[in-house]
C-alpha cells in the first residue's frame, strides 16, 4: 500500500491529467497542489511511483500519465470511500427528460442511451431488458389499409412488439375484432414455450373460417414473444470517441467503432459479469477485448421491483472523471429503475 504522500501525490497527477490530457510535469503539480513539499520531493515521488508501476512515461516526453493499475487503485478507493451522490435537482431533470420521451420500456432503455451520451459526451451502452418467461397480456388487430394488418401484442412485462401482417385477400373491419377477441382469449397469460402446435392447431380448428389468417399470425406471435426474451443492444455516441485526443490514430479510432457496432461483441462485455446491483468499472488491460484495452467502461444496472434486469454503461478512454461519472451512473440507474416500475404499474392496472 502506497503512504499518504504517495496518494496525494498520485491522486494529484490523475486529476490534473485527467483535465489536461497533457503529460504531468511536478512543476505542475507543485503549481496547482500545495502538498506541503518541495518540487524536488513530488519529482522523487514520481520515480518511485513509476517503478511500482502506477506512472507511465511517455517517449519524448518529461511528464508523466497514470497507469491502469494507478485508475484501478484509484476508483476502488472512491468506492471503499464515498457513496454515490444524488443531486436532487439533476436527478428530477433526468428523469423529466426520460419519462417525456418513453411511454415503453423498450423505448425508455433506447432513450436513456441517448441521454446519457448527451450528458457526458461518451459512447453510451444499454442492453434490453432480461425479462424471461414473459407472457402475453394481450392482443390487437388493427387494418391499416385493405391488405395489412397491424397486431399490436403487449406482455406481462410491459413491452410492446408491433408486426405488420399482409393479407392474401380483404377482410371486415369487424372480423378483425373478433380474431382479436378469440386470440386473446385463447392466449392471454400463455409464455412462447406455451403456444406450440398443439395450441396453433386448436385455435384454427375452433375458428376455422379464418384459418389463412390465424395460420399467419400465430407464427408472428412467436416470434414476437421470442424477441421480448431476447437481448437488444442499444448505442449511442458512437463517434463521440474521435473527440478524445488518445483516439486521433484514425486506425484506433476505426477499431473502436467496429468493436462497437458489433453487437454480440458489447452484449457479450456487458453481460461478461453476472448482472449486480452495483456499479461496475472495468479499466484498460482489465478488458478482455483488444479494441478496447484503453478504455474504461463504466456500468450500472435497472431492477423492476427487487429484480435486476439490465445494464446501462458508458465506455472512453481510461482518463476519465471516475468520480463525476459513478455519480451519473447511479442517478440513471434509480431513475430507470423508478420509471420502469411505474410503467409496470400503469400496465397492470389497465
Known amino acids: ?57 511517455p517517449h519524448s516526453s518529461s511528464g508523466r ?15 471503499k470511500k464515498k457513496k454515490p451522490k444524488i443531486d436532487l435537482i439533476k436527478k428530477d431533470e433526468i428523469k423529466r427528460i426520460l419519462a417525456r420521451e418513453s411511454r415503453e420500456i423498450e423505448q425508455l432503455i433506447q432513450n436513456s442511451a441517448k441521454v446519457l451520451s448527451s450528458i457526458t459526451s461518451y459512447t453510451a451502452l444499454a442492453i434490453s431488458p432480461q425479462l424471461k418467461g414473459s ?81 399467419g399470425i400465430i407464427p408472428i406471435i412467436s416470434q414476437s414473444m421470442d424477441d421480448v426474451d431476447n437481448v437488444d443492444l442499444y448505442a449511442d455516441g458512437i463517434t463521440r470517441i474521435l473527440d478524445f485526443p488518445e483516439y486521433r490514430d484514425l486506425e484506433k479510432a476505426k477499431s473502436f467503432i467496429s468493436f462497437i457496432e458489433d453487437k454480440d461483441l458489447v452484449v457479450d462485455l456487458l453481460l461478461n459479469n453476472s448482472l449486480s446491483q452495483d456499479i461496475e468499472i472495468t479499466i484498460g488491460n482489465e478488458n478482455i477485448y483488444d479494441a478496447i484495452k484503453d478504455c474504461s467502461l ?19 478512454p481510461t482518463r476519465m472523471d471516475y468520480l463525476a461519472l459513478m455519480n451519473i451512473m447511479h442517478l440513471f440507474s434509480v431513475n430507470i429503475t423508478e420509471i420502469i416500475n411505474m410503467l409496470m404499474s400503469k400496465h397492470i392496472s389497465k
Open 298 to 316: 463504466i456500468t450500472t444496472t435497472y431492477k423492476l421491483g427487487d429484480k435486476t434486469i439490465g445494464k446501462i454503461g458508458i465506455i472512453g
Open 65 to 79: 500519465v497514470p497507469s491502469d493499475k494507478a485508475y484501478r487503485l484509484y476508483v476502488d478507493e472512491i468506492l
Open 135 to 215: 407472457r402475453i397480456k394481450h392482443i390487437q388487430l388493427i387494418p391499416i389499409d385493405n391488405l395489412q394488418i397491424l397486431m399490436v401484442l403487449v406482455t406481462n412485462t410491459g413491452v410492446v412488439k408491433n408486426s405488420i401482417f399482409k393479407l392474401n385477400k380483404e377482410i371486415p373491419e369487424e372480423q378483425t375484432v373478433i380474431i382479436s377477441n378469440f386470440l386473446n382469449d385463447k392466449l392471454k397469460g400463455l409464455s412462447i414455450d406455451e403456444i406450440g402446435d398443439e395450441i396453433s392447431d386448436g385455435i384454427i380448428k375452433e375458428i376455422y373460417d379464418y384459418k389463412t389468417i390465424i395460420d
Open 1 to 57: 500500500m502506497l503512504d499518504d504522500r504517495k496518494l496525494k501525490v498520485l491522486y494529484a497527477i490523475i486529476n490534473s491529467y485527467v483535465s489536461s490530457a497533457e503529460p504531468i510535469g511536478s512543476r505542475t503539480i507543485t503549481k496547482q497542489y500545495d502538498l506541503g513539499v518541495s518540487s524536488a520531493t513530488i519529482r522523487n515521488e514520481m520515480s518511485d511511483l513509476e517503478e511500482l508501476g502506477y506512472l507511465n512515461k
